[in-house]
């Protein structure tokens, strides 16, 4: 089966392809079809994910896969949260958001600087699907005080696993893949994914 991915997100793609392995779907990047982002104005993760995919499958007539996932700092009372993309002012701009992220927590503990990653996934198996399928997944730990490793994307270089004490951007990809938000969060997309054939 064939989906397209609504996301140009190239990190987010192979993350993506790794965690949906033998499961016999091909993930294609709306990009690579001539699919452009569009603009995410709900005001929840899942609203935010079912505007992507209903777009990206109206666009190519394929059924699609979309998620939309954020950092919530329990310090900043949530935030970045439906905003993490774009915290800094610029969408995508990792660097700056991790800038402006740890300069408001600056003079936070460690006891008060829990955080947790959250996805949604939605799969849809046309544009105007009724019954999307939905899951979630969560990842929590803490903020550090600098960055720790240069793998991953995103906020993962400040992102403490509090259970395995290691830094997402220092973690092996072995490990991302089973305890990521997206890794949950996909692992539960998995047992439905037969009901997209229906």
């Given at each position: 089966?064939?989906?397209?991915?609504?996301?140009?997100?190239?990190?987010?793609?192979?993350?993506?392809?790794?965690?949906?392995?033998?499961?016999?779907?091909e993930l294609v990047a709306q990009s690579d079809l001539g699919v452009e982002d569009i603009e995410e104005?709900?005001?929840?993760?899942?609203?935010?994910?079912?505007?992507?995919?209903?777009?990206?499958?109206?666009?190519?007539?394929?059924?699609?896969?979309?998620?939309?996932?954020?950092?919530?700092?329990?310090?900043?009372?949530?935030?970045?949260?439906?905003?993490?993309?774009?915290?800094?002012?610029?969408?995508?701009?990792?660097?700056?958001?991790?800038?402006?992220?740890?300069?408001?927590?600056?003079?936070?503990?460690?006891?008060?600087?829990?955080?947790?990653?959250?996805?949604?996934?939605?799969?849809?198996?046309?544009?105007?699907?009724?019954?999307?399928?939905?899951?979630?997944?969560?990842?929590?730990?803490?903020?550090?005080?600098?960055?720790?490793?240069?793998?991953?994307?995103?906020?993962?270089?400040?992102?403490?696993?509090?259970?395995?004490?290691?830094?997402?951007?220092?973690?092996?990809?072995?490990?991302?893949?089973?305890?990521?938000?997206?890794?949950?969060?996909?692992?539960?997309?998995?047992?439905?994914?037969?009901?997209?054939?229906?």
């Open positions: 089966m064939k989906l397209v991915l609504a996301s140009s997100n190239a990190g987010k793609l192979v993350e993506l392809r790794d965690l949906l392995g033998a499961t016999g779907i104005t709900g005001s929840t993760f899942v609203e935010n994910a079912l505007l992507k995919a209903r777009h990206a499958s109206a666009v190519t007539g394929l059924p699609a896969l979309a998620d939309d996932s954020g950092i919530c700092v329990d310090a900043l009372g949530g935030a970045p949260g439906l905003y993490s993309a774009r915290y800094s002012g610029r969408h995508g701009d990792n660097e700056g958001n991790i800038d402006k992220l740890l300069a408001a927590l600056k003079d936070v503990p460690d006891e008060r600087r829990g955080a947790h990653f959250y996805a949604v996934i939605v799969a849809l198996r046309h544009a105007g699907d009724p019954r999307p399928i939905i899951a979630e997944g969560v990842w929590n730990g803490r903020i550090l005080h600098r960055r720790q490793g240069s793998r991953g994307f995103g906020y993962q270089p400040v992102f403490l696993d509090t259970e395995h004490n290691i830094s997402a951007g220092e973690i092996d990809d072995a490990l991302k893949n089973r305890v990521s938000h997206r890794a949950r969060a996909l692992a539960a997309l998995r047992e439905r994914l037969p009901e997209l054939a229906r």
